[in-house]
Protein backbone atom coordinates (compact mmCIF):
# COMPACT_ATOMS: atom_id res chain seq x y z
CA UNK A 1 0.00 0.00 0.00
CA UNK A 2 2.73 2.09 0.80
CA UNK A 3 4.80 1.73 -2.38
CA UNK A 4 1.60 2.43 -4.40
CA UNK A 5 1.62 5.93 -2.50
CA UNK A 6 5.28 6.42 -2.88
CA UNK A 7 4.59 5.76 -6.97
CA UNK A 8 1.25 7.82 -7.38
CA UNK A 9 3.22 10.81 -5.44
CA UNK A 10 6.31 10.53 -7.52
CA UNK A 11 4.24 10.60 -10.92
CA UNK A 12 2.28 13.63 -9.45
CA UNK A 13 5.68 15.38 -9.00
CA UNK A 14 7.11 14.36 -11.91
CA UNK A 15 3.80 15.40 -13.75
CA UNK A 16 3.92 19.54 -11.47
CA UNK A 17 7.24 19.58 -12.86
CA UNK A 18 6.63 19.22 -16.69
CA UNK A 19 3.73 21.30 -16.45
CA UNK A 20 6.30 24.46 -14.48
CA UNK A 21 8.94 23.43 -16.87
CA UNK A 22 6.38 23.51 -19.99
CA UNK A 23 4.85 26.77 -19.22
CA UNK A 24 8.28 28.16 -18.57
CA UNK A 25 9.68 27.42 -22.19
CA UNK A 26 6.48 28.78 -24.26
CA UNK A 27 6.96 31.81 -22.21
CA UNK A 28 10.69 31.78 -22.81
CA UNK A 29 10.32 30.90 -26.50
CA UNK A 30 7.48 33.66 -26.86
CA UNK A 31 9.80 36.02 -25.06
CA UNK A 32 12.42 35.07 -27.10
CA UNK A 33 10.59 35.40 -30.64
CA UNK A 34 9.21 38.97 -29.92
CA UNK A 35 9.14 41.41 -27.22
CA UNK A 36 5.83 43.51 -26.51
CA UNK A 37 4.42 45.99 -27.78
CA UNK A 38 7.24 47.26 -30.08
CA UNK A 39 6.90 51.32 -29.13
CA UNK A 40 8.35 54.07 -31.31
CA UNK A 41 10.12 56.89 -29.89
CA UNK A 42 9.81 60.04 -31.04
CA UNK A 43 12.90 62.16 -31.41
CA UNK A 44 11.05 65.10 -32.90
CA UNK A 45 7.61 65.98 -33.79
CA UNK A 46 4.01 65.04 -32.37
CA UNK A 47 3.22 61.49 -31.04
CA UNK A 48 -0.76 62.22 -32.55
CA UNK A 49 0.57 61.98 -36.13
CA UNK A 50 0.99 58.10 -35.46
CA UNK A 51 -3.01 58.00 -35.43
CA UNK A 52 -2.76 58.55 -39.21
CA UNK A 53 -0.22 56.10 -39.98
CA UNK A 54 -1.06 52.21 -39.77
CA UNK A 55 1.11 49.25 -40.53
CA UNK A 56 1.65 45.51 -41.74
CA UNK A 57 4.20 42.96 -41.31
CA UNK A 58 5.41 39.67 -39.55
CA UNK A 59 8.80 38.51 -37.39
CA UNK A 60 10.27 34.93 -37.58
CA UNK A 61 12.18 33.65 -35.22
CA UNK A 62 15.89 33.11 -35.71
CA UNK A 63 15.98 29.50 -33.83
CA UNK A 64 12.69 27.70 -35.43
CA UNK A 65 9.88 27.85 -38.16
CA UNK A 66 7.27 30.12 -36.01
CA UNK A 67 6.05 33.43 -36.86
CA UNK A 68 3.88 36.07 -35.96
CA UNK A 69 2.00 38.73 -38.11
CA UNK A 70 0.85 41.84 -37.07
CA UNK A 71 -1.90 44.99 -38.28
CA UNK A 72 -1.04 47.84 -36.13
CA UNK A 73 -2.59 51.38 -35.66
CA UNK A 74 -0.51 54.18 -34.09
CA UNK A 75 2.66 54.05 -32.50
CA UNK A 76 2.70 50.67 -30.44
CA UNK A 77 3.20 47.37 -32.62
CA UNK A 78 2.10 44.42 -30.74
CA UNK A 79 2.23 40.53 -32.00
CA UNK A 80 -0.19 38.00 -32.66
CA UNK A 81 0.07 34.49 -31.12
CA UNK A 82 2.66 32.62 -32.99
CA UNK A 83 1.98 30.07 -35.37
CA UNK A 84 4.15 27.53 -37.66
CA UNK A 85 5.28 29.26 -40.76
CA UNK A 86 4.12 27.36 -43.80
CA UNK A 87 6.31 28.37 -46.30
CA UNK A 88 9.50 30.63 -45.61
CA UNK A 89 9.85 32.20 -48.70
CA UNK A 90 6.59 34.24 -48.43
CA UNK A 91 7.42 38.16 -48.16
CA UNK A 92 3.92 39.67 -46.26
CA UNK A 93 1.90 38.86 -43.34
CA UNK A 94 -1.25 38.66 -45.03
CA UNK A 95 -0.25 35.68 -47.40
CA UNK A 96 1.40 33.78 -43.64
CA UNK A 97 -2.11 34.96 -42.49
CA UNK A 98 -3.83 32.71 -45.25
CA UNK A 99 -1.92 29.79 -45.71
CA UNK A 100 -2.37 29.35 -41.85
CA UNK A 101 -6.31 29.54 -42.19
CA UNK A 102 -6.58 27.18 -45.31
CA UNK A 103 -3.86 25.27 -44.07
CA UNK A 104 -5.13 21.76 -46.05
CA UNK A 105 -5.12 23.69 -49.38
CA UNK A 106 -2.10 25.93 -49.39
CA UNK A 107 -0.04 22.24 -48.41
CA UNK A 108 -0.38 21.07 -51.99
CA UNK A 109 1.46 21.89 -54.81
CA UNK A 110 3.46 24.15 -56.02
CA UNK A 111 5.42 23.70 -53.32
CA UNK A 112 7.49 26.46 -54.39
CA UNK A 113 4.98 29.31 -54.27
CA UNK A 114 6.34 32.59 -55.34
CA UNK A 115 2.51 34.60 -54.56
CA UNK A 116 -0.68 33.70 -52.51
CA UNK A 117 -4.05 35.72 -53.43
CA UNK A 118 -7.30 36.21 -52.56
CA UNK A 119 -10.40 38.10 -52.71
CA UNK A 120 -13.72 37.92 -51.81
CA UNK A 121 -14.53 35.23 -53.76
CA UNK A 122 -11.32 32.87 -55.66
CA UNK A 123 -8.08 31.77 -53.57
CA UNK A 124 -5.17 31.47 -55.88
CA UNK A 125 -1.39 30.03 -55.13
CA UNK A 126 1.04 30.51 -58.28
CA UNK A 127 4.22 28.68 -57.85
CA UNK A 128 7.39 28.20 -60.01
CA UNK A 129 8.44 24.46 -61.47
CA UNK A 130 11.85 24.33 -63.07
CA UNK A 131 11.94 22.51 -66.28
CA UNK A 132 15.06 20.74 -68.13
CA UNK A 133 14.16 20.94 -71.67
CA UNK A 134 16.39 20.73 -74.99
CA UNK A 135 19.92 21.32 -72.60
CA UNK A 136 18.93 24.53 -70.82
CA UNK A 137 16.41 24.81 -67.92
CA UNK A 138 13.42 27.19 -68.14
CA UNK A 139 10.57 28.52 -65.30
CA UNK A 140 6.97 27.85 -66.19
CA UNK A 141 4.33 28.61 -63.74
CA UNK A 142 1.76 26.51 -61.81
CA UNK A 143 -1.64 27.75 -60.60
CA UNK A 144 -4.05 26.46 -58.73
CA UNK A 145 -6.84 27.87 -57.19
CA UNK A 146 -10.20 27.48 -55.72
CA UNK A 147 -13.69 29.20 -55.01
CA UNK A 148 -13.66 30.02 -51.42
CA UNK A 149 -17.22 27.86 -51.39
CA UNK A 150 -16.01 25.35 -53.64
CA UNK A 151 -13.49 22.42 -54.42
CA UNK A 152 -10.27 22.91 -56.14
CA UNK A 153 -9.99 23.78 -59.82
CA UNK A 154 -8.08 22.13 -62.00
CA UNK A 155 -3.98 23.16 -62.04
CA UNK A 156 -3.07 25.06 -64.61
CA UNK A 157 0.28 25.10 -66.02
CA UNK A 158 1.91 27.69 -68.43
CA UNK A 159 4.72 27.24 -70.50
CA UNK A 160 6.76 29.98 -70.27
CA UNK A 161 9.86 28.48 -72.17
CA UNK A 162 12.18 31.46 -69.92
CA UNK A 163 15.95 31.07 -68.48
CA UNK A 164 15.45 33.55 -65.82
CA UNK A 165 12.21 34.15 -63.65
CA UNK A 166 13.33 37.02 -61.25
CA UNK A 167 9.35 39.44 -61.42
CA UNK A 168 6.31 38.11 -60.66
CA UNK A 169 3.38 39.73 -59.10
CA UNK A 170 -0.49 39.46 -59.02
CA UNK A 171 -3.73 40.20 -57.88
CA UNK A 172 -6.84 39.03 -58.26
CA UNK A 173 -9.85 41.32 -59.73
CA UNK A 174 -13.39 40.15 -59.18
CA UNK A 175 -13.30 36.50 -60.93
CA UNK A 176 -9.66 37.45 -62.94
CA UNK A 177 -6.34 36.35 -62.06
CA UNK A 178 -4.10 39.21 -63.70
CA UNK A 179 -0.18 38.00 -63.92
CA UNK A 180 2.58 39.81 -64.64
CA UNK A 181 6.07 37.23 -65.14
CA UNK A 182 9.33 38.33 -66.53
CA UNK A 183 13.07 39.08 -66.42
CA UNK A 184 15.55 41.51 -66.60
CA UNK A 185 19.09 41.02 -68.99
CA UNK A 186 21.91 42.83 -68.72
CA UNK A 187 22.70 43.02 -72.06
CA UNK A 188 21.31 44.21 -75.64
CA UNK A 189 21.41 40.27 -77.22
CA UNK A 190 19.09 39.34 -74.27
CA UNK A 191 16.49 42.47 -73.61
CA UNK A 192 14.31 42.13 -70.47
CA UNK A 193 10.64 41.29 -71.00
CA UNK A 194 7.22 40.87 -68.88
CA UNK A 195 4.68 38.80 -70.01
CA UNK A 196 0.48 39.84 -68.95
CA UNK A 197 -1.40 36.96 -68.47
CA UNK A 198 -5.29 37.47 -68.26
CA UNK A 199 -6.73 33.67 -65.95
CA UNK A 200 -10.50 33.09 -65.81
CA UNK A 201 -10.82 31.44 -62.80
CA UNK A 202 -13.88 30.21 -63.02
CA UNK A 203 -12.92 28.13 -65.95
CA UNK A 204 -9.27 28.38 -65.14
CA UNK A 205 -8.09 29.27 -68.82
CA UNK A 206 -5.73 31.79 -70.19
CA UNK A 207 -8.14 34.63 -71.85
CA UNK A 208 -4.93 36.79 -72.90
CA UNK A 209 -1.46 36.54 -73.11
CA UNK A 210 0.80 39.41 -74.14
CA UNK A 211 4.53 40.24 -73.96
CA UNK A 212 5.93 43.70 -73.28
CA UNK A 213 9.20 44.87 -73.96
CA UNK A 214 10.50 48.73 -74.17
CA UNK A 215 8.38 51.13 -75.65
CA UNK A 216 8.85 52.48 -79.09
CA UNK A 217 7.47 55.78 -78.07
CA UNK A 218 9.96 56.73 -75.51
CA UNK A 219 13.26 58.77 -76.50
CA UNK A 220 16.56 58.76 -74.56
CA UNK A 221 18.74 61.24 -73.60
CA UNK A 222 20.28 61.65 -77.03
CA UNK A 223 16.57 62.21 -78.39
CA UNK A 224 16.56 58.37 -80.34
CA UNK A 225 13.61 56.17 -80.30
CA UNK A 226 14.50 53.46 -77.77
CA UNK A 227 13.82 50.22 -80.22
CA UNK A 228 11.93 47.16 -78.70
CA UNK A 229 14.85 44.90 -78.57
CA UNK A 230 17.38 47.25 -76.25
CA UNK A 231 18.12 46.63 -72.77
CA UNK A 232 15.46 47.02 -70.94
CA UNK A 233 15.22 45.89 -66.94
CA UNK A 234 11.57 45.96 -65.45
CA UNK A 235 12.10 46.27 -61.75
CA UNK A 236 8.83 47.11 -59.37
CA UNK A 237 5.61 45.80 -60.19
CA UNK A 238 2.46 47.51 -58.29
CA UNK A 239 -1.00 46.70 -59.01
CA UNK A 240 -4.30 48.95 -58.40
CA UNK A 241 -5.99 47.59 -55.64
CA UNK A 242 -9.54 48.23 -57.20
CA UNK A 243 -8.79 48.59 -60.84
CA UNK A 244 -7.42 45.78 -63.58
CA UNK A 245 -4.96 48.33 -63.63
CA UNK A 246 -0.51 47.58 -63.07
CA UNK A 247 2.35 50.28 -63.29
CA UNK A 248 5.69 48.62 -63.70
CA UNK A 249 8.98 50.48 -63.80
CA UNK A 250 11.67 49.79 -65.95
CA UNK A 251 15.07 51.28 -66.66
CA UNK A 252 16.02 51.19 -70.77
CA UNK A 253 19.30 51.17 -72.85
CA UNK A 254 20.56 54.40 -72.13
CA UNK A 255 20.09 53.84 -67.86
CA UNK A 256 17.34 56.34 -68.10
CA UNK A 257 14.08 55.57 -65.40
CA UNK A 258 10.68 55.32 -66.50
CA UNK A 259 7.10 52.99 -65.64
CA UNK A 260 4.46 52.43 -67.98
CA UNK A 261 0.81 51.18 -67.23
CA UNK A 262 -0.62 48.75 -68.35
CA UNK A 263 -4.30 48.15 -68.60
CA UNK A 264 -6.03 44.37 -68.42
CA UNK A 265 -9.22 45.78 -69.89
CA UNK A 266 -7.81 47.95 -73.11
CA UNK A 267 -5.27 46.24 -73.44
CA UNK A 268 -3.29 49.20 -73.86
CA UNK A 269 0.24 49.78 -72.45
CA UNK A 270 1.03 53.61 -71.74
CA UNK A 271 4.38 55.41 -71.32
CA UNK A 272 3.90 57.72 -68.60
CA UNK A 273 7.37 59.14 -67.77
CA UNK A 274 11.06 59.26 -69.26
CA UNK A 275 13.47 60.54 -65.88
CA UNK A 276 16.84 60.97 -67.01
CA UNK A 277 17.86 62.17 -63.46
CA UNK A 278 15.83 59.98 -61.14
CA UNK A 279 16.68 56.11 -61.38
CA UNK A 280 15.06 55.30 -58.61
CA UNK A 281 11.62 54.84 -58.08
CA UNK A 282 9.20 53.52 -54.87
CA UNK A 283 5.19 53.44 -55.55
CA UNK A 284 1.75 53.34 -53.53
CA UNK A 285 -1.66 53.48 -54.51
CA UNK A 286 -4.84 55.53 -53.91
CA UNK A 287 -8.09 55.00 -54.62
CA UNK A 288 -7.63 57.00 -58.31
CA UNK A 289 -4.42 56.08 -59.31
CA UNK A 290 -0.60 56.22 -58.25
CA UNK A 291 1.67 57.80 -56.45
CA UNK A 292 5.83 57.52 -57.77
CA UNK A 293 8.29 59.15 -55.84
CA UNK A 294 11.17 59.10 -57.75
CA UNK A 295 14.56 59.07 -55.98
CA UNK A 296 18.11 60.78 -57.48
CA UNK A 297 20.57 58.22 -56.63
CA UNK A 298 23.06 61.11 -56.53
CA UNK A 299 21.79 64.34 -55.58
CA UNK A 300 19.27 62.98 -52.63
CA UNK A 301 16.27 65.20 -54.43
CA UNK A 302 12.78 63.58 -55.81
CA UNK A 303 10.14 63.98 -57.97
CA UNK A 304 6.27 63.16 -56.11
CA UNK A 305 4.07 62.04 -59.02
CA UNK A 306 0.56 61.67 -58.24
CA UNK A 307 -1.09 60.13 -61.31
CA UNK A 308 -4.86 60.27 -61.91
CA UNK A 309 -6.97 57.74 -64.00
CA UNK A 310 -10.02 56.52 -64.88
CA UNK A 311 -10.81 52.91 -66.69
CA UNK A 312 -9.23 53.76 -69.36
CA UNK A 313 -6.29 56.07 -69.61
CA UNK A 314 -4.03 58.58 -67.36
CA UNK A 315 -6.27 61.96 -66.47
CA UNK A 316 -3.38 64.07 -65.31
CA UNK A 317 0.20 63.55 -63.62
CA UNK A 318 0.97 66.07 -60.84
CA UNK A 319 4.63 66.40 -59.96
CA UNK A 320 5.81 68.25 -57.03
CA UNK A 321 10.17 68.30 -56.36
CA UNK A 322 10.97 67.23 -52.88
CA UNK A 323 14.07 67.91 -51.50
CA UNK A 324 14.50 66.66 -47.88
CA UNK A 325 17.34 65.16 -45.62
CA UNK A 326 15.87 61.64 -45.22
CA UNK A 327 14.64 60.51 -48.66
CA UNK A 328 18.12 58.74 -49.41
CA UNK A 329 17.56 55.35 -47.71
CA UNK A 330 13.75 55.46 -48.28
CA UNK A 331 12.08 52.41 -48.56
CA UNK A 332 8.50 52.29 -48.10
CA UNK A 333 6.11 55.65 -48.45
CA UNK A 334 3.01 56.92 -48.14
CA UNK A 335 1.11 60.01 -49.46
CA UNK A 336 -2.47 61.91 -48.54
CA UNK A 337 -3.52 65.22 -47.47
CA UNK A 338 -0.42 66.85 -48.80
CA UNK A 339 1.45 64.86 -45.61
CA UNK A 340 4.88 62.86 -47.26
CA UNK A 341 5.24 59.57 -44.51
CA UNK A 342 8.80 57.79 -45.54
CA UNK A 343 9.85 54.67 -44.06
CA UNK A 344 13.43 53.95 -43.56
CA UNK A 345 15.41 50.36 -42.93
CA UNK A 346 18.88 49.79 -41.14
CA UNK A 347 20.98 47.19 -39.06
CA UNK A 348 19.37 48.52 -36.01
CA UNK A 349 15.65 48.73 -37.01
CA UNK A 350 13.20 51.46 -38.61
CA UNK A 351 13.06 54.85 -39.08
CA UNK A 352 9.58 57.16 -39.83
CA UNK A 353 9.92 60.49 -41.01
CA UNK A 354 6.63 62.56 -41.72
CA UNK A 355 6.40 66.15 -43.78
CA UNK A 356 4.01 68.40 -45.07
CA UNK A 357 4.02 68.63 -48.75
CA UNK A 358 5.21 71.14 -50.58
CA UNK A 359 6.13 73.40 -47.56
CA UNK A 360 8.09 70.51 -46.55
CA UNK A 361 8.60 70.87 -42.60
CA UNK A 362 9.01 68.07 -40.41
CA UNK A 363 5.80 66.64 -38.36
CA UNK A 364 7.23 63.53 -36.86
CA UNK A 365 10.69 61.52 -36.68
CA UNK A 366 10.33 58.92 -34.92
CA UNK A 367 12.85 55.15 -34.22
CA UNK A 368 12.08 51.77 -33.74
CA UNK A 369 14.54 49.44 -32.70
CA UNK A 370 14.75 45.79 -33.86
CA UNK A 371 17.12 43.72 -31.39
CA UNK A 372 18.55 40.56 -32.95
CA UNK A 373 16.79 38.58 -30.49
CA UNK A 374 13.52 39.96 -31.95
CA UNK A 375 13.78 37.36 -35.38
CA UNK A 376 13.26 38.52 -38.38
CA UNK A 377 11.53 41.59 -38.29
CA UNK A 378 9.53 43.06 -41.54
CA UNK A 379 7.08 45.87 -41.88
CA UNK A 380 5.93 44.68 -45.23
CA UNK A 381 3.24 47.18 -45.96
CA UNK A 382 2.61 51.38 -45.02
CA UNK A 383 -0.31 53.56 -44.90
CA UNK A 384 -1.03 56.68 -44.43
CA UNK A 385 -4.71 57.52 -43.45
CA UNK A 386 -6.75 60.59 -45.12
Known amino acids: MNKKRYVFFGLFLVFIVATITTVYSVQAYEHRLIKHPFQWEVTEGDQHFFNQVSFEGHAESVETTSFYTFQANGSSIEHSHTRPLLERSMGSANSNQMMYEDRSFFRMKPLERRLVLEN????????VEEVYQNGIYQYDLLIHSKPKDGDESKRLHLESADEYLSILNGTIHENRLLLFSGDYYSNEEFPGYLTAYEIDLTTNEVVHETKLTAPTTATGRNGDDMLSDSMYNPNTITFHPEKPIALYTYESSDRTAGYSIYHFDTKENQTVEQSPDYQHTLVSTFSDGFHLLDLSKTTGKANLHTIH????GVINDEVIKVELPSLRDTVQFSYASDQLTLLHRDDTGY??????VPEQYQL?????LVKEEHGLFRITSMQTNE
Not at 120 to 127: E, N, S
Not at 309 to 312: L, S
Not at 364 to 368: I, N
Open 120 to 127: DQFLAAVG
Open 351 to 356: QLDMYH
Open 364 to 368: LSASL
Open 309 to 312: MDET
